[in-house]
């Protein structure tokens, strides 16, 4: 699975870790999040990060 990069903050989404604040378990892959998913840092949407 990618990892992928807050294009606004450079957080950096690891699927192997996911998003325990919000819920996400670790092995989600990117592409499985919900769209309502924001970048825990910045609060940017998914469609402002990229693939690394």
Known sequence: MD???CALCGYVY???IGD???GIKP???FEDL???WRCPRC???KSRFKKL
């Open 3 to 5: 990892s992928y990069r």
């Open 14 to 16: 690891n699927p192997a």
């Open 20 to 22: 325990s604040a919000h």
């Open 27 to 29: 092995g989600t892959a």
């Open 34 to 36: 919900p769209d309502t």
């Open 43 to 45: 609060g940017a949407a």
